[in-house]
């Protein structure tokens, strides 16, 4: 009866119905457990997102079997979904002790090993980060939720708006001459910039324009949203290199000054040579400017894809922090 259960679920696995699988294989188990059944199970909720009850059910496997190979796979998988990425090396490690003959567990380690490793870099740069620059990024990401709304609701019909995070020292803003500004919260303004990318000499205006704004606010950081549709010039997406053909989107470009950071991390033990690399893997400059852009890409009668950065030789508007 119990083979007969276990055939029925292995075939509702192959037909897609995981569900249904799963629940064939827990009458399994209930008639007589085994490895084999739990890590059976084990895949068929990992394939239903039940991933903390796949990795329970592969952990009876290994119990179980120690030397079933395929209950430390599921173990590693499961582990893997929850971003658990050393723990599921090892079990991936252990999988291979177990079947020498099978490339995969190998390669899957050897994979995951290279992602932690750039995860370890990842948390060592963002834990060296300076508090001007995680509210540059934070002010950075709250503008990147509010282009993708813009992009979802209002297409490619809507003005390019220029966004200013000011100083501490600052006592407010006023009017550009020709452009509208309102304050949002205490810390940030707008800055309306519907005619700015018209032609070159509008854009050379306007950029001295927004420099003076800048240093009237004492900004530390400077943020456009800019639907590709709107800008005439420059074209920068004309350029080789530009990875998203010829669709549609709106770009979000940043500029922070990190000047306060960089002088006051000066003396921390970290060498020019780190000092360098960290730089680098944040997109800031030597001179202490975070620099980043993003591309909101629209598909046709889909929803815009997630912000996706890209190089910084495709920005619309030069640095406006002095």
Partial sequence: MTGSLKDQGN?????????????????????????????????????????????????????????????????????????????????????????????????????????????????????????????????????????????????????????????????????????????????????????????????AQFVQEMRSKAEELHATAVLLIAPKAAVQFPQTWRSAGWPFGQHDGVFVQLHASLKQATDSNSSSSSGPDQQAQDAAAGGRSSEGVLRKLWFIKFRENKPPVEPQEVSQEFELLPPLLQ
């Fill in 11 to 203: 075939e509702l696995f192959k037909q897609g119905d995981y569900l249904k699988a799963a629940a064939v294989y827990t009458k399994a188990i209930k008639e007589a457990p085994s490895a084999v059944l739990y890590s059976n199970r084990s895949a068929a909720l990992l394939k239903l997102n039940k991933v903390a009850k796949a990795l329970a059910d592969a952990e009876e496997c290994v119990k179980l079997d120690p030397a079933f190979h395929k209950g430390y796979m599921r173990m590693a998988l499961a582990l893997e979904s929850q971003q658990r990425l050393e723990e599921a090396v090892d079990c991936y490690r252990k999988a291979m002790q177990a079947d020498n003959n099978n490339s995969e567990y190998a390669a899957r380690a050897k994979a995951l090993s290279k992602a932690l490793g750039k995860k370890v870099q990842i948390e060592k740069a963002q834990s060296r980060r300076s508090p001007a620059e995680t509210a540059a990024l934070a002010f950075a990401e709250s503008k990147l939720a509010y282009a993708a709304e813009l992009a979802k609701e209002q297409g490619r019909s809507f003005a390019p708006e220029l966004f200013f995070l000011q100083g501490r020292s600052s006592s407010g803003g006023g009017s550009s001459s020709s452009s509208s500004s309102s304050q949002d919260d205490s810390d940030e303004v707008a800055v309306r910039a519907e005619h700015a990318f018209a032609a070159p000499e509008v854009l």
